[in-house]
T-cell receptor
Framework: QKEVEQDPGPLSVPEGAIVSLNCTYS??????FMWYRQYSRKGPELLMY????GNKEDGRFTAQVDKSSKYISLFIRDSQPSDSATYLC?????????????FGEGTQLTVNP | KAGVTQTPRYLIKTRGQQVTLSCSPI?????VSWYQQTPGQGLQFLFE???????NKGNFPGRFSGRQFSNSRSEMNVSTLELGDSALYLC?????????????FGDGTRLSIL
C-alpha cells in the first residue's frame, strides 16, 4: 500500500467551477503538507505549504488538512483554463527526514472554457 | 531571482553507459534534493545534499550517486544505465536551515535510455 493515495483522474470541469482535489495518507509521522502544480514539460511549482490542521487560503486556492482523518484537500475557486495541469500532493516528516518529500501520483485537471 | 536550473534538459543514452546531470539551486539555497519522476512510480526521492554532505537518502541502488560543491551546485550520476532509468530527473532546492522548508523545483532533465 502506498503511503500517499491520490486519485489520478483525469478530472474535467467547466470554467468557473469549484475544484476539489484530495489525498489520503497512512503515515502518522507526516507533519508538513504541500500542494504542487505541474504543467506539461515543466517542474512542479509550489502552490501551498501547511503544517497544522485547518484551512489556509491564498487567493483562489484553499488548502485543508485533517490530521485526525489523515486527509488533505486543495480547493480551487473560479477555476480558469490556465489551471489545467497536474496537481501533486506532497508530505514530509519532522526532524532530520523532513527534506524527504513523499508524493501522491498526481491528479490531472482540465478546465474547459 | 533566478530559479533552479537543471542541465541538460534532454539526454539520450544507451544501456550500460553512465550519465551526469547538473543542478544549480536558487541563490542562497544550500540544500539540494533529487527526485525521479516516472509514469508508473510518480515522484520518488533519491537523495539530499547540504553543505557538500549527503543528509538524506532514498531507496535507490548504488548506481545512483550525487555530490555537492562548495557553491551549492549539485551533480547526480547514474552508472551502468538500464532501460528502467528512463525518467524525468528533478532537482529541488531550499535554504536548508530547517528540515521542513518548502522545496522549489527545476524543470528537470529528461533522460531516455535506448
Amino acid at each position: 500500500q502506498k503511503e500517499v493515495e491520490q486519485d489520478p483522474g483525469p478530472l474535467s470541469v467547466p470554467e468557473g467551477a469549484i475544484v476539489s482535489l484530495n489525498c489520503t495518507y497512512s503515515n502518522s509521522a507526516f507533519q508538513y503538507f504541500m500542494w504542487y502544480r505541474q504543467y506539461s514539460r515543466k517542474g512542479p511549482e509550489l502552490l501551498m505549504y501547511t503544517y497544522s490542521s485547518g484551512n489556509k487560503e491564498d487567493g483562489r486556492f484553499t488548502a485543508q488538512v485533517d490530521k485526525s482523518s489523515k486527509y488533505i484537500s486543495l480547493f480551487i475557486r473560479d477555476s480558469q483554463p490556465s489551471d489545467s495541469a497536474t496537481y501533486l500532493c506532497a508530505m514530509s516528516e519532522s526532524g532530520t527526514s523532513g527534506s524527504r518529500l513523499t508524493f501522491g501520483e498526481g491528479t490531472q485537471l482540465t478546465v474547459n472554457p | 531571482k533566478a530559479g533552479v536550473t537543471q542541465t541538460p534538459r534532454y539526454l539520450i543514452k544507451t544501456r550500460g553507459q553512465q550519465v551526469t546531470l547538473s543542478c544549480s539551486p536558487i541563490s542562497g539555497h544550500r540544500s539540494v534534493s533529487w527526485y525521479q519522476q516516472t509514469p508508473g512510480q510518480g515522484l520518488q526521492f533519491l537523495f539530499e545534499y547540504f553543505s557538500e554532505t549527503q543528509r538524506n537518502k532514498g531507496n535507490f541502488p548504488g548506481r545512483f550517486s550525487g555530490r555537492q560543491f562548495s557553491n551549492s551546485r549539485s551533480e547526480m550520476n547514474v552508472s551502468t544505465l538500464e532501460l528502467g532509468d528512463s525518467a524525468l530527473y528533478l532537482c529541488a532546492s531550499s535554504l536548508g536551515l530547517r528540515s521542513n522548508e518548502p522545496q522549489h523545483f527545476g524543470d528537470g532533465t529528461r533522460l531516455s535510455i535506448l
